[in-house]
C-alpha cells in the first residue's frame, strides 16, 4: 500500500480532511527553504507538495510568481528539489509530491527525473502543464513494481467526457480547483464546489482534495466539509514572503493552527 493511500485511509477513519501543503522550494534561499520543508512536516503536514520554480508558472498567483522568481534566483533547480525529497525522507514518513511545469522535467529528462524521485521517495508528481493524455510521457517510466503517482487535475471548465477519462486514470488523489484563475486570488462559489464534488464522487472513489484559493482555517473547515484533503499554497508563501528569517517556525505555527482549527467533515 502506498504512502498516499495509507495517508487518506487514516484520515477519513479519523473522520476529516487531510492537510495538505504546498511550499516554493528554494524560497527564501536553499538552505532556509528546506528547514521550512522539513518544520512543516513536523508540525502536522498529511502530504507534502514541494514547488519546483519556474521562470513562467502560468497557473500561478502573484504570491506564488514571486517566490518562484526568489527560488530561481537562489539557485533551486529540480535536482535539488529531489535531494530535499531524500533529505526529508531521512526524518518523515508523510507522502512527498513534487509539483513542477513540464520544462525542468523535461530539461532534466523524463526517465532520469521519474528515476531520480522515485528512489530519493518521492511518491509522485504534479506536472501543472502536462495534460492527462500526455502523462504516459512520465508514467511508462515506472516499474510495475514501484508506488509512485502522476496526480491528475480536475478544473471547473473541464469538458465532461474528458473529465471521466481524467478520473479513470487518476492515482494518488485528484487535484480540484476550485475555481476559474490561478492560485491564491479570487473567491470560491461554495456551493457550487459542494455540487461539483458531489458529481465527481459519483465517477471515482479516488480521493478528491481542493486547492487554489484556500488559504484560512475557515476556507479549510468548508472544504472539511466535501472533501478528502484540503491544499494549502499561496498563505504559506505569503508568511515566507513576508518574514523570510523566521518562517519555518511561522509556517509550522500556521500548520499547527490549520490542524487544531479543522472540523469534522460534516458530508460526503
Known amino acids: 500500500m502506498s504512502r498516499l493511500t495509507e495517508t487518506f485511509t487514516r484520515t477519513r477513519n479519523e473522520n476529516r480532511a487531510a492537510l495538505i501543503g504546498y511550499i516554493t522550494a528554494g524560497d527564501p534561499d536553499i538552505e532556509a527553504s528546506f528547514a521550512i520543508l522539513d518544520a512543516a512536516c513536523g ?16 497557473a500561478d498567483g502573484p504570491v506564488i510568481q514571486r517566490a518562484a522568481g526568489r527560488a530561481l534566483k537562489s539557485g533551486m533547480t529540480l535536482e535539488t528539489g529531489i535531494d530535499f525529497v531524500r533529505r526529508l525522507r531521512k526524518k518523515h514518513d508523510l507522502p512527498i509530491i513534487l509539483f513542477s511545469y513540464y520544462n ?4 532534466m529528462g523524463t526517465e532520469r527525473f521519474v528515476t531520480e524521485a522515485i528512489a530519493a521517495g518521492a511518491d509522485g508528481a504534479l506536472v501543472v502543464d502536462l ?6 510521457e512520465l508514467m511508462q517510466h515506472v516499474k510495475p513494481s514501484e508506488l509512485f503517482a502522476f496526480i491528475r487535475l ?12 481524467i478520473l479513470r486514470r487518476a492515482e494518488g488523489f485528484v487535484y480540484v480547483v476550485s475555481r476559474r484563475g ?4 479570487g473567491e470560491i462559489d461554495w456551493n457550487a464546489l459542494s455540487n461539483e464534488m458531489k458529481e465527481l464522487r459519483k465517477e471515482t472513489a479516488v480521493p478528491l482534495c481542493i486547492g487554489f484559493g ?3 482555517a475557515e476556507d479549510v473547515q468548508n472544504v472539511s466539509n466535501i472533501a478528502d484533503g484540503a ?6 508563501q505569503r508568511i515566507i514572503e513576508k518574514q523570510p528569517h523566521t518562517a519555518a517556525g511561522a509556517v509550522a505555527d500556521c500548520v499547527k ?10 458530508e460526503m
Do not use: H, W, Y
Open 43 to 58: 508540525a502536522g503536514l498529511d502530504v507534502l507538495e514541494i514547488g519546483i520554480p519556474f521562470s513562467d508558472p502560468t
Open 231 to 236: 491544499i494549502i499554497g499561496s498563505a504559506f
Open 257 to 266: 493552527m490549520l490542524r487544531c482549527k479543522r472540523q469534522s467533515k460534516q
Open 154 to 165: 480536475v478544473a471547473p471548465t473541464t469538458d465532461p467526457l474528458r473529465r471521466l477519462e
Open 131 to 136: 495534460p492527462n493524455e500526455m502523462s504516459d
Open 104 to 107: 525542468p522535467v523535461l530539461a
Open 214 to 216: 484556500v488559504s484560512t
Open 182 to 185: 490561478v492560485t491564491g486570488v
